[in-house]
């Protein structure tokens, strides 16, 4: 890897405090940039025109990226460039120009409360403490809203029994603290000693037969498992559960604000798309229900 690219990642890693996953996506796009430099005989980093540039972005579009991924492209790029230019390395920013691709309007997979009512594991019976963790992630993701990266993360240092909230951090190692119900507390304890009893010890309220962190495929699919039975939704991830509360929360009448906290959205404007599929509910039950439609 160049030097460049190496001293930007560490920047962003030690200065920015970015989230492990943030920057492996930053990392992986600097690398394909760097590739398609070195595979078409271009110049180095610190040596490349706006020109090159759009050419790498064309190229990848042509083998099918997605908007959303040529933007981050382009913002990882601007980002490398704007820092290499601040710090005198180059003399301007050669990706300053690009301009970022349009991306279509669409709004966020969420399942139906009446369906999740019905595939929503209990928390109660289990002999094995494997499926009984199954359970509890699925229900603490929907019920807190939380990315699967920050259930991942989460200790049981960071559970206070008595106020009933968890500390989680979000991006950017921002901490937000989220209520939670009793029964939900009560869960996350009796995994921990379920899992003792089978001589699995760890400080991670999720893990691995080995008392490590699950890792995110995990994840994926024992929520995939449980939406599999749904329908309605296309997407069956995680982040559908993570649209679902923030949808429902809103049908259900809390302000956006309440919202923006629960899910650590730094801007409003990230939450205010649940305010879309608000409305789009509103005219489907005004449809079904109204006299005359």
């Known amino acids: 890897m160049q030097q460049e690219v190496l ?74 460039f704007s820092y290499l230019a601040e710090r005198e390395m180059i003399s301007t920013n050669p990706a300053s120009a690009v301009q970022s691709v349009k991306v279509p309007h669409r709004l966020p997979s969420y399942v139906q409360e009446s369906e999740l009512d019905i595939v929503m594991p209990r928390l109660e019976g289990y002999d094995d403490w494997t499926d009984f963790q199954e359970a509890l992630l699925f229900v603490l993701l929907y019920e807190t809203g939380m990315r699967r990266a920050e259930l991942i993360a989460l200790t049981y240092d960071r559970l206070d029994q008595r106020a009933l909230t968890l500390r989680v951090l979000g991006k950017r190692n921002k901490e937000r603290i989220i209520p939670v119900r009793k029964e939900i507390m009560k869960a996350c304890i009796s995994l921990k000693v379920l899992r003792q009893e089978d001589g699995v010890e760890s400080n991670h309220v999720f893990t691995l037969s080995n008392g490590k962190a699950l890792y995110p495929k995990k994840v994926y699919t024992a929520v995939n498992r449980v939406l599999k039975a749904i329908s309605s939704t296309e997407r069956k991830s995680p982040h559908v559960l993570r649209h679902s509360i923030a949808t429902h929360l809103l049908n259900r009448g809390v302000d956006i604000q309440t919202i923006q906290s629960l899910l650590g959205h730094a801007s409003l404007a990230s939450t205010q798309i649940y305010t879309h599929q608000s409305i789009e509910h509103l005219k489907s039950s005004h449809k079904a229900a109204h006299p005359r439609s």
């Not at 989230?19 to 996506?25: C, E, F, H, I, Y």
């Not at 990392?27 to 394909?32: C, F, I, M, T, Y």
């Open 7 to 80: 001293q930007y990642l560490d920047f962003l890693k030690y200065e920015k405090r970015l989230s492990v996953n943030t920057l492996k996506a930053y990392q992986r796009d600097l690398l394909d940039f760097q590739e398609f430099l070195e595979n078409n005989d271009l110049p180095a980093v610190r040596n490349v025109n706006t020109r090159q540039i759009r050419r790498f972005v064309l190229d990848g579009m042509s083998n099918g990226w997605e908007p959303k991924t040529t933007n981050r492209k382009i913002s990882a790029l601007k980002g490398m």
